[in-house]
């Protein structure tokens, strides 16, 4: 999508045929791009949420991977590399799936140079794949969009949406903004309410940086406002990423979300989750009782970081010695949730319904 009206996404390879991606952890006030060049360099990346957003994640660890084929001269070491790579972040199941479908291939091949040109290829289909899925999720999305205007007679349709689930988050489109971004294209009416999203405020510094970049019409609210808009009639929908799906439906998605989606629930306004099917977990079927949910340094909620006279800072909001719990993710149960928008189009959150479209 745009960022100073030229095309970006969130990783390339460059002209030196190295892994680039962009420092997300300087947005929305500098753009600075890096390379990612070593095993240590991917996981540290990913650790410390340089990137971020499952989809992105899974992509880059596909990378990582080879690197590591790269760097490994025998099978127990690029077991132990994929290892590293897995045990960066625990929620997004995207960053499993690659690493174990990159390894299940080249562990068939005893040939160093075929590996390694097998790595590489994987990696880059995989990226493109996840291209594609998120253009296909905002094709199915629209529909969903074209519905709620044509409803409306064409007045502006209000979307919420919590963290960022933005392009930024994937490769390109984004899964929960890509509907977004289609209805605009589409000149369809939209405007997003984007939720600040504490601690890291991906919301604030992402979502609202990558919307504006396009030019979509938003406006960033408070974690908590959402009820009251809802209660209010200024939201029609709300659509949310995914960092984990069971098989039933069940969504594991940035802290806050099933606050989201009871008050969704109470207000009856429809509640959708977008994702590519690299975030379903088909081994787990209760989302609650299963999904590893990360628990994140205690400074993410004592300090807010910011930008002042040029400079990143970072500001002590509560007591130094205060006793901080940082829960990363949230579930929210199948029953909250109205549809899951995926790549093979819009499904009910039941195991039946996800079958079926998956053909599992
Ligand atoms: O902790 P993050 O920034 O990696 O969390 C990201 C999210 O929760 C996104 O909403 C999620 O990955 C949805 S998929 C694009």
């Known amino acids: 999508m745009n960022v100073n009206n030229k095309n970006c996404t969130s990783i390339w390879i460059n002209s030196e045929g190295n892994i680039e991606v962009i420092d997300q952890r300087l947005l929305p006030f500098e753009f600075k791009t890096l390379e990612l060049n070593t095993v240590n360099e991917v996981c540290f990346a990913i650790k410390e949420m340089i990137i971020r957003g499952a989809p992105l994640i899974g992509v880059v660890a596909s990378y990582g991977m080879y690197l590591a084929a790269k760097e490994s001269d025998n099978n127990t070491k690029l077991n132990a590399l994929a290892n590293q790579l897995k045990q960066t972040r625990p929620t997004a199941v995207n960053l499993q799936f690659a690493v174990d479908n990159q ?37 199915h999305g629209l529909e969903i969009i074209k519905e709620i205007s044509k409803r409306k007679n064409g007045e502006t349709v209000n979307i919420l949406t919590h963290c960022n689930a933005g392009w930024l988050a994937c490769v390109d489109y984004g899964t929960a903004t890509a509907p977004i971004y289609m209805a605009f294209e589409n000149n369809i009416k939209i405007h ?57 439906g069940d969504v594991a998605n940035k802290i806050g979300t099933y606050l989201k989606a009871l008050a969704a629930h109470d207000n009856n306004i429809p509640f959708y989750v977008a994702l590519p099917a690299s975030t379903i977990d088909w081994n787990l079927t ?55 928008i995926t790549e093979k189009g819009i499904c009910k959150a039941n195991k039946e319904d996800i079958y079926k479209l998956f053909e599992k």
């Open 286 to 340: 209760d989302g609650v009782k299963q999904i590893p949910i990360e628990t994140r340094n205690e400074d993410e909620v004592k300090y807010m970081e910011g930008f002042v006279n040029n400079q990143h800072t970072k500001t002590l909001i509560c007591n130094e010695n205060v006793k901080v719990a940082n829960y990363g993710f949230d579930v929210t149960p199948a029953k909250y949730v109205t549809g899951l």
């Open 103 to 139: 390894l299940n291939e080249l562990l068939k091949i005893s040939d160093k140079t075929q590996q390694i040109k097998k790595s590489f290829e994987i990696a880059e289909n995989f990226r493109k794949e996840e291209i594609l899925n998120c253009f296909n999720i905002g094709k």
């Open 192 to 248: 997003v309410w984007v939720d600040e999203t504490r601690p890291r405020n991906q919301g604030a510094r992402l979502t609202a940086w990558e919307l504006g970049q396009h030019g979509i019409d938003f406006t960033l609210i408070p974690d908590n406002t959402g009820g009251h808009l809802m209660q209010h009639g200024m939201v029609d929908m709300v659509i949310v990423g995914s960092d984990r799906t069971t098989s039933n």
